[in-house]
């Protein structure tokens, strides 16, 4: 239901205190960018509840993006992965996540990839 930056996003979801409400999450969500932030929010919004074990989230944060998340997610990124700003560590924690399935709209864009780049790697663990 509509657009909201990364951070508006962010500095709800951390209780920011000028952040205002949290905006209401859809069942598709559509992320624009492969960078780290990005990263954060997809796993974010891919987490079961029991993955927030210890977090320290707020509940009704936490309990809101539970009830209110999203079934799909769509990541639109522009760069190849070598030159996508993600760290790799964060991808393939996104691999360790339960009731989530990754897939490549186009997976000719791991087969023209570096095979020692470290971003490569970690997209192709988690896909």
């Known amino acids: 239901p509509g657009i909201v930056g990364s ?4 500095r709800c979801v ?3 205190p000028a952040a205002g409400d949290l905006p209401t999450v859809g069942r598709r969500v559509v992320l624009v960018g492969g960078g780290n932030v990005a990263m954060d929010i997809i796993r974010l ?3 079961q509840p029991d993955e927030f074990t210890g977090s320290d ?3 009704d944060t936490l309990g809101r993006l539970r009830s209110e998340g ?3 997610i769509d990541v639109v ?14 991808m393939r924690e996104l691999a360790h996540l339960a009731s989530t399935e990754f897939r490549l709209a186009d997976a000719g864009v791991l ?7 470290p971003r490569s790697a970690a997209l192709a663990h988690v896909v």
Do not use: I
């Open 77 to 90: 990124v522009r760069s190849t992965p070598t030159d996508a700003k993600f760290d790799p560590v964060m």
């Open 57 to 59: 989230l707020h509940p």
């Open 45 to 47: 919004l891919s987490k």
């Open 111 to 117: 087969a023209t990839a570096e095979s020692s780049d």
């Open 70 to 72: 999203p079934r799909r």
């Open 7 to 10: 951070g508006r996003f962010t």
């Open 14 to 16: 951390n209780d920011h």
